[in-house]
Structures are given as structure tokens and as C-alpha cells.
């Protein structure tokens, strides 16, 4: 169980309007624009800082759970007390069970319900569409047939672990996990999808010859440069109605 004092977002601006010089052909003119905010959150563990990380400010408390379940600090049912201090994330393990394992691998996903979902979260996010400046990752799950968390996040990464975070904050909530990004996909994503369970993960973006080999190895089917009706299906596409 997990045990939050003070969870969701913490008042910090996710945007900053700022003054720029826009150039348009041969004219330029002051104006105002977005940028997306970033943030360093300081996570401390048992209180040890453990990490820094540059993220979006919203949401910190599943970043602070999902980077610590990635780095095997934590289990599913561990008992834990968060805190918010300024940009420290403070955690405090209460209590550590055995580490629970759900391998959420039979079932499949048609490439009509791909493409659609992609392009829903592409639309998801309003901090995207004023900024430019954010990825998008989804936990999506088949039997609901509907997004249950979307992260934003300047970092890849940190989007991933909010998701990880949602995951094993509402281990009840899904049943079959697939996780949808707007940005490139590395050996750590699909390694820290392995860890909470997904075997589905799809992207719009590029993935590299080592999230191939790790998808390959844990048996992941890896889907990305989803565009449009068009996608590249890189391992065990057994998973995948054509």
C-alpha cells in the first residue's frame, strides 16, 4: 500500500510566458510566447537522495514511486509515507513485502485500435499543444478500452516512470497494460515496462538496436514510427491483429 501525505500537483507552474524576437522572413517583431517549465526534483529514500531529475513539476508523486520501483528500491506492495519539500520528494519505506510480479503477456492488440489510441494521446495534452515543449506517455489499458493515466513530461523518461508510478500506486486498476509514447524508445523503457508487467509498447517515434535486442530477449512486442496507418512492428508480432 502505498501511504501519500501530500500527493498530485504541488502549485509549480508547468509553463512560463516569456519575451522573444520573432523573425518572419526579412522582419522582426517582440513577442510574447510558452515555453514548458523544468523542474529538478530531488528524491530522497530512507533520507538518502537517491536522484535528481529534470522533469515537468506535475505529478511527482508517481515519478518519485515509478523511479524508485525502476531502480528496485521498492515492490508493488511496499508501504511507504511521501512528502513534498520544496523540489525534494521525500520517501520513507514503512514497510517492504516480498516483491510481486504480474506478467500481463495473453492477449493482443488490433492495429486499428494502434492507430487510433496513438493519435489520442498526440492530442492529449494541452501543455503540448501551447508549448511544443513535452513527450506524452499513456497507460492504456484493452479491457477498459481507455487511457487511464497520461503523463507529460520534458523528459522521456521521467513520463515513462510517472507511468510506472501510476501502475504500481493502483495495482488493482489495470488489467491490460499497454503503454503508448510520443517519443523514442530506448532499452531502458522497455526494460522498466518489462519490470511493472507491460508487454505491449508502442511509440510515433524512432526505437534503437537495443530496445529491439531487450524487447526481443523479455519477450516485449516493441511497435513504433506509428504514423498515420502506417507502423513498424519490430518484435513478437504474434501480439498484433493485422
Known amino acids: 500500500m502505498i501511504m501519500i501525505t501530500k ?30 517549465e523544468e523542474f529538478t526534483a530531488r528524491i530522497s529514500f530512507n533520507d538518502e537522495i537517491v536522484s535528481e531529475i529534470s522533469c515537468t513539476p506535475n505529478d511527482l508523486d508517481y515519478l518519485a514511486i515509478g523511479t ?16 513534498m519539500n520544496g523540489n525534494r520528494v521525500d520517501v520513507t519505506l514503512l514497510n ?3 516483491i510481486f510480479k504480474n506478467h500481463r503477456r495473453k492477449y493482443t492488440i488490433s492495429v486499428n ?19 511544443g515543449g513535452c513527450h506524452m506517455v499513456g497507460v492504456f489499458d484493452l479491457a477498459k478500452d481507455e487511457f487511464l ?9 521521467s513520463a515513462v516512470e510517472k507511468c510506472i508510478g501510476y501502475m504500481v500506486s493502483n495495482p488493482t486498476k489495470v488489467d491490460k497494460p499497454v503503454l503508448f509514447a510520443s517519443g523514442r524508445a530506448n532499452s531502458r523503457i522497455v526494460e522498466e515496462c518489462a519490470m511493472i508487467g507491460i508487454p505491449i509498447v508502442i511509440t510515433k ?32 508480432p504474434e501480439r498484433v491483429e493485422i
Not at 492507430?115 to 498526440?122: N, S, V
Not at 493515466?149 to 523518461?157: F, G, N, Q, V
Open 96 to 98: 517492504k513485502s516480498e
Open 68 to 83: 524508485l520501483y525502476a531502480k528496485g528500491l521498492m515492490t508493488n506492495s511496499s508501504e511507504l509515507k511521501l512528502e
Open 149 to 157: 493515466y497520461i503523463a507529460e513530461d520534458i523528459s522521456r523518461h
Open 205 to 236: 517515434s524512432a526505437v534503437t538496436d537495443k530496445a529491439i535486442e531487450s524487447a526481443e530477449i523479455r519477450k516485449i512486442t516493441l511497435i513504433g514510427f506509428v504514423r498515420g496507418r502506417h507502423a513498424n512492428i519490430y518484435t513478437h
Open 7 to 36: 500527493a498530485g500537483d504541488y502549485g509549480f507552474k508547468m509553463r512560463k510566458e516569456v519575451k522573444i524576437l520573432k523573425v518572419k522572413n526579412n522582419s522582426k517583431e517582440v513577442q510574447k510566447d510558452v515555453v514548458v
Open 113 to 131: 485500435v494502434i492507430f487510433k489510441r496513438i493519435a489520442e494521446l498526440l492530442k492529449s495534452s494541452a501543455l503540448f499543444e501551447e508549448t
